[in-house]
């Protein structure tokens, strides 16, 4: 065990094993997190094959990834849990009641964004460009307009949602940044880049932009 990078706050296991699907999805943040405060972990990144194998050998109480294991034992089997344990590792956990509030309630929005990205796979094929047309016009926005919001009510005039940077701008990153689904499903449709969907939301854009500068952030694949 290590100190974390805040000092006492909370002793870094020395053997942490993350396990997800090759991809960055529910694990990204986590990833990102654990990559930003430089804290070891080992990156599991199974495919269908040995997903299957964990499934059948009971190691999975969801039978859903990701997993996060401390010292080879199952510690959680929710992403929520997990990229908040890796928040509290890292020294990037929201502090004080008014942070919190504003932190979550950007993540919970952040996870409306997802559902429906989510969403837009199950189109069928002919509502593909019906339903990715609404999405972009009307669906995101209708949600990064609450985050802008939010971010616009900030104290201070930094970029991320407290004064330094907390796991909550990493989860925004990890969900609207590049490589994301809403990327893949903008860049997918053509018309428009993702820059352009949000930049009607310039709060959120320098958010995004300050966490994807981050040296950890940018050399992470
Ligand atoms: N509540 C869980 C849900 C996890 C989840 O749905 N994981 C998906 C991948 S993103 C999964 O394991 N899917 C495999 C399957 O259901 O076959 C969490 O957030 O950790």
Redesign the pocket.
Known sequence: MSRSPVGLRSLIPADIELIY?PFG??AKAIRLIFETAKIPFKDTRVNGQAYGALQRSGELP?????ILKVDGKLLS????AIVRYAAELAGLQLVGSTSVFRGEEIVATIDDVSALCMKFYESADEDVAKNGADLIASGVPFFAERIESILSNNQHDGPFVNETLSWVDIYVYSNLGPGTNFDDIVLSLGGSTPAQVLAAFPRLTALLSAVGHIPAVAAHK
């Open positions: 699907f999805g529910r969801l039978e859903t990834l990701p089997s929710q992403s929520g």
